[in-house]
């Protein structure tokens, strides 16, 4: 089944059986099949990325024991080999950061990128309680903040969905009704504080956002960030923010600071549009390795289900 051809879908407004719909999507990505993330990084074993383990103690080597988990001081130390003991990591934190802001609020083809960054978050709400994970989220509106503490079983994966849809419809329905498009929006850096109180040490953090109102000048919180947790970065693109369009008429354009004119007839004017995108991506994909932060994107110009599956090694997450 294609969600986009669903009749819960038309790209623009987010239902609870639309989000649903990844609960069962989600047992594709759980073990032994290959993990979501390791499909995302091209990784062959998904053990690498897979959950993490916890060191618990060291004792006398007896046969059988991996060779890899001798403890080498202990072992130096007593002259007789010792091996560590490990237990799998149980409920660990997953946090979304998922940016709702006015940026987010655009799609030129199959769906708003608010619509595609919801429907990442809910495979990856689903698939982490499925693998007894609890799921959090700090929803950034601009304009405010909705944090979700970390919950188990399906009442997490629930809570964060009704969430994204409820907010959602008020922002694409009644926007003159909020402050979505008035006022100037709140600095992202409201949100990396809150992450880094809402986060108990160990958590995995996902980011899902177009970055639009990332800045260098982040890069202190991202770093304090990093140090006690796992980050992802999900950068979420449009196909028209690449200058990729059929459309070859002039049109009025605005990223909500200035407005100008664009002619899509013209290839100069696709192709500055097109490497204005990538010297922006790349600059933030070169931040986050910086700062040993896995980066993938996605398009909202595709079905999310088609391009994880379909995901290229180059993308390197």
């Known amino acids: 089944m294609d969600l986009s051809t669903s009749k819960h879908f038309d790209g623009v407004h987010l239902s609870l059986d639309e989000l649903i719909y990844y609960k069962q999507q989600s047992v594709s990505w759980l073990p032994p099949a290959k993990s979501l993330w390791s499909q995302m990084l091209g990784q062959h074993q998904s053990r690498q990325l897979g959950r993490g383990m916890d060191f618990t103690e060291v004792r006398q080597y007896q046969a059988g024991d991996d060779v890899r988990s001798i403890d080498w001081r202990v072992t130096a130390r007593t002259g007789k080999p010792h091996t560590k003991l490990f237990t799998e990591e149980r409920e660990k ?34 698939l982490s309680v499925a693998q007894q994970d609890r799921i959090g989220a700090v929803i950034d509106t601009g304009h405010e903040l909705i944090e979700l503490k970390p919950t188990s079983r399906n009442k997490g994966p629930l809570s964060l969905i009704q969430t994204l849809v409820h907010r959602h419809e008020i922002n694409i329905s009644q926007p003159q009704n909020s402050q979505f498009h008035t006022g100037q929006p709140s600095d992202i850096s409201t949100a990396l504080l809150a992450l880094n109180r809402l986060c108990p040490k160990g958590s995995e953090i996902v980011m899902l956002s177009d970055f639009v109102r990332f800045t260098p000048e982040h890069q202190t919180l991202l770093t304090r960030l990093r140090q006690h947790n796992r980050v992802r970065m999900i950068h979420i693109s449009d196909p028209l923010e690449q200058g990729q369009t059929h459309y070859r008429g002039v049109e009025q354009v605005s990223n909500h600071h200035q407005t100008q004119w664009l002619n899509f007839a013209s290839r100069k004017a696709r192709n500055e549009i097109e490497h204005a995108f990538a010297v922006k991506q790349n600059a933030l994909q070169e931040l986050a390795h910086s700062l040993g932060i896995s980066f993938a994107s996605l398009s909202s110009g595709q079905p999310l289900l088609q391009q994880l599956h379909g995901y290229k090694h180059d993308h390197n997450f």
Do not use: E, N, Q
């Open 93 to 126: 934190p997953v946090i979304l950061y998922l940016d709702m802001g006015r940026s987010m609020y655009f799609g030129s083809t199959l769906m708003l990128k608010s619509v595609l960054m919801a429907h990442m978050a809910s495979l990856i709400a689903w």
